[in-house]
Every structure is written in structure tokens, then in C-alpha cells.
Nanobody, 113 residues
Framework: QVQLVESGGGSVQAGSSLTLTCTAS????????MAWYRQASGKEREFVAA?????????EYGDSVKGRFTISRDNTGMTAYLQMNSLKPDDTAIYYC?????WGQGTQVTVSS
């Protein structure tokens, strides 16, 4: 069974940076699209960013994070990263990693003003 495990969340001040990591296990191929979503308290889950499996230079971002967040993955394809810069209080949420079939347990990011 595939498992996705996120790490790297925390509490920071506005303007700071954080890097989230998602590590996949339970399969041998890193050819799947990996994506980050987030869900703030009382709101629906929101798409943040995605990176393709075979074409790892192909990325997509949600409008609210364009220009501030960068998604990438390592050479094995099994680990994805979300570099988050210029964080805002509105970025406060639980961040989830997904390959659009499986989901991680989430990691909390809290940004204070």
C-alpha cells in the first residue's frame, strides 16, 4: 500500500519561509504526479501546487501561491518538496500531499502577523 508522509510544518511569522517534504513509500516507481493541497479551518480543501511524474519540470500552481511557492521532486521521484516563501497569515492551513489517489496525514502550517 502506498503511504505519503508530510513533514516540515510549523509556526512562523509573516514574511518567513518554510519547506514542506512529502515522502512516498510502498511503490517502486516515482512516475506519478504529486501535489500539495491545503485546508484552512472552516474552509474547503484548496489546490496549492503539482509536479508531474515523468516531466518533473512541468508544474502547476494555485493562484493564491503563484510567485511565492515552488514545488519540486527529487531524482527518484519519491520525494516532493514545497518551498514556501513570503508566507502570509492566509497561508495558515493543514497542508496535504497527494498523488491524486492516496493522501498523507497532513502537516500544520501556522503564519502569524
Amino acid at each position: 500500500q502506498v503511504q505519503l508522509v508530510e513533514s516540515g510544518g510549523g509556526s512562523v511569522q509573516a514574511g518567513s519561509s518554510l519547506t514542506l517534504t512529502c515522502t512516498a513509500s510502498g511503490r517502486t516507481a516515482g512516475s506519478y504526479t504529486m501535489a500539495w493541497y491545503r485546508q484552512a479551518s472552516g474552509k474547503e480543501r484548496e489546490f496549492v501546487a503539482a509536479v508531474q511524474g515523468r516531466r518533473r519540470n512541468v508544474t502547476e500552481y494555485g493562484d493564491s501561491v503563484k510567485g511565492r511557492f515552488t514545488i519540486s521532486r527529487d531524482n527518484t521521484g519519491m520525494t516532493a518538496y514545497l518551498q514556501m516563501n513570503s508566507l502570509k497569515p492566509d497561508d495558515t492551513a493543514i497542508y496535504y500531499c497527494s498523488d491524486n489517489t492516496y493522501w498523507g496525514q497532513g502537516t500544520q502550517v501556522t503564519v502569524s502577523s
